[in-house]
């Protein structure tokens, strides 16, 4: 248990970051142990995030330039693979296609006008969150960045459970499709969440509901996609986790913002 652990963490910063992690084992049982330790990979870019965010506000670039930063960090330690996941659902629903054309146009390599819109409107909401969170200080803008990355991780964790099928029979999408068991999964929802409540509790009891809060809100949005997609195209896929990850990011910033 503990090799398959270790391996598993492998796997969870080897697929999901671009960290300098070497993945050794790329099977069911690892993808499952992987993708329970998703939130984890999270919590790592969200802290990476907002200590860049941070040194930048502290060195005297002002809020909207921390915020850029922050929001930077995780698309450089994915080299843009959630966005492009992103971008490419939108495509691909947007498209009303059915499922095998919609499916053809998410794997090719342009992005189209749908992609490009939410691209867009997505990474404007992250900056202008973060922007509002910085200008209330560091603490609150880092701790936006935090939970944002270890949310979003987490609803990759909820996107992997036994049940989602696979949409297509190769890609990351059907390596860690229907692995995590829903009692696993539901175990790590709920650690996550009290410990992102923990976090805003340093702010004071409403934080701590706040920060709860967001967090499933975050979850319940990227769930809605999950299901959507599953209707509309018979499954996931590897651009469908992307853009479920970033939904839920934006999801729980926006959540934040609101009532701050």
């Known amino acids: 248990m503990t090799s398959l652990n270790s391996h598993g963490i492998r796997f969870a910063f080897g697929t999901l970051t671009v960290l300098p992690v070497r993945v050794t084992r790329w099977d069911r049982a690892t993808a499952r142990s992987g993708m329970l330790c998703a939130p984890l990979a999270g ?5 990476l995030a907002g200590a860049l965010g941070t040194l930048s506000l502290l060195a005297g670039s002002g809020p909207l330039l ?57 990474l404007l909401a992250q900056v202008a969150v973060l922007f509002e969170l910085y200008g209330e200080g560091w603490t609150h803008g880092a701790l936006g960045a935090v939970v944002a990355g270890v949310t ?65 809100g975050a ?3 990227g769930e809605l996609l999950l299901r959507h997609c599953v209707r509309r195209f018979g499954g996931v896929t590897g651009d469908v986790f992307g853009g479920v990850e970033e939904t839920a990011a934006t999801v729980a910033l926006v959540a934040l913002a609101l009532g701050s």
């Not at 966005?83 to 998410?106: Q, V, W």
């Not at 979003?152 to 692995?179: D, I, N, Y």
């Not at 829903?182 to 409540?197: M, N």
């Not at 509790?201 to 967001?214: C, D, K, R, T, V």
Request: aromatic content about 4%.
């Open 43 to 47: 919590l790592v870019v969200g802290l």
């Open 219 to 221: 979850l319940a949005a």
């Open 66 to 122: 921390a915020a850029v930063a922050s929001v930077a960090v995780p698309a450089a330690l994915t080299r843009g693979l959630h966005l492009d996941g992103l971008a490419d659902t939108a495509d691909g629903l947007g498209s009303g296609k059915p499922a095998e054309d919609a499916l053809r146009i998410m794997k090719q390599s342009d992005i189209g006008p749908f992609g490009v819109i939410t691209l867009l409107l997505v």
């Open 152 to 216: 979003a991780r987490l609803a990759l964790t909820l996107a992997s459970r036994q049940g989602v099928p696979a949409a297509r029979p190769e890609g990351l999408g059907s390596v860690v499709a229907s692995t995590v068991p829903a009692g696993w999964a539901l175990f790590a929802s709920v650690v996550t969440v009290a410990l992102c409540a923990t976090a805003g509790a340093l702010s004071g009891p409403y934080g701590a509901l706040h920060h709860a809060l967001a967090v499933l």
